[in-house]
């Protein structure tokens, strides 16, 4: 009972107005067709537009092996209760990356901003770790052919194609065969990509 004889207020529930919404996959993305990747609720649909999940490529394409493998997808249009995104980046695993890295090794990073063949801008970031500890002058030639093969494949795809190559293993697995002749690699790995249109785009 209120006190003073008032109306005690009704008590709104704010879930009641709020509404589920499948979330899916690009279309085309690594050669297959929209998936249900998630759920998000919202009172407005267009409260989700812009708003980005992260999802294991594991359960995209079903292998265990690429658990560590972060997708980043970016809702861009609701329709009914269906939300579309467009792939917006990718990340490993923190816990994969410092497997990665052993005793006696080098690590060496290249950072790159580049555009596909349908003119799409990307940033990348490919880690080759050596076999043995590495001197700085083949560091850096490393470091240049990294660079050099990265903005030649996405010169050479359209988007779609290069986002494949990228999440897939194919542009790090082309980096270490034509890097390994310079010094002894343990592998390469494209570990992290950024879309950088606006969603407006």
């Given at each position: 009972m209120s006190r003073r004889g008032r109306?005690?207020?009704?008590?709104?529930?704010?879930?009641s107005a709020k509404e589920l919404y499948q979330i899916y996959s690009p279309p085309g993305f690594l050669e297959?067709?929209?998936?249900?990747v998630g759920e998000t609720i919202a009172?407005?649909?267009?409260?989700?537009?812009?708003?980005?999940?992260?999802?294991?490529?594991?359960?995209?394409?079903?292998?265990?092996?690429?658990?560590?493998?972060?997708?980043?997808?970016?809702?861009?249009?609701?329709?009914?209760n269906v939300a579309r995104t467009r792939f917006k980046g990718h990340t490993f695993a923190r816990d994969y990356l410092r497997f990665?890295?052993?005793?006696?090794?080098?690590?060496?990073?290249?950072?790159?901003?580049?555009?596909?063949?349908?003119?799409?801008?990307?940033?990348?970031?490919a880690t080759g770790?050596?076999?043995?500890?590495?001197t700085t002058s083949k560091k850096d030639a490393i470091r240049r052919e990294m660079l050099d093969i990265v903005k030649a494949r996405a010169e050479e795809?359209?988007?779609?194609e290069f986002i494949r190559e990228t999440t897939n293993g194919k542009l790090g697995s082309q980096i270490y065969f034509k890097c390994k002749n310079i010094y002894p690699l343990k592998g390469v790995e494209v570990q992290k990509s950024r879309l950088l249109t606006p969603i407006s785009a």
């Amino acid at each position: 009972m209120s006190r003073r004889g008032r109306t005690p207020r009704r008590t709104v529930d704010k879930w009641s107005a709020k509404e589920l919404y499948q979330i899916y996959s690009p279309p085309g993305f690594l050669e297959g067709d929209e998936k249900i990747v998630g759920e998000t609720i919202a009172d407005d649909p267009e409260k989700i537009i812009g708003r980005v999940i992260e999802v294991s490529l594991a359960d995209i394409i079903n292998d265990y092996s690429k658990m560590h493998i972060k997708l980043n997808f970016q809702i861009t249009e609701v329709t009914g209760n269906v939300a579309r995104t467009r792939f917006k980046g990718h990340t490993f695993a923190r816990d994969y990356l410092r497997f990665l890295v052993r005793r006696r090794r080098t690590r060496i990073d290249s950072i790159s901003t580049v555009k596909t063949k349908d003119g799409v801008p990307f940033r990348i970031t490919a880690t080759g770790f050596t076999l043995i500890r590495s001197t700085t002058s083949k560091k850096d030639a490393i470091r240049r052919e990294m660079l050099d093969i990265v903005k030649a494949r996405a010169e050479e795809l359209d988007s779609l194609e290069f986002i494949r190559e990228t999440t897939n293993g194919k542009l790090g697995s082309q980096i270490y065969f034509k890097c390994k002749n310079i010094y002894p690699l343990k592998g390469v790995e494209v570990q992290k990509s950024r879309l950088l249109t606006p969603i407006s785009a």
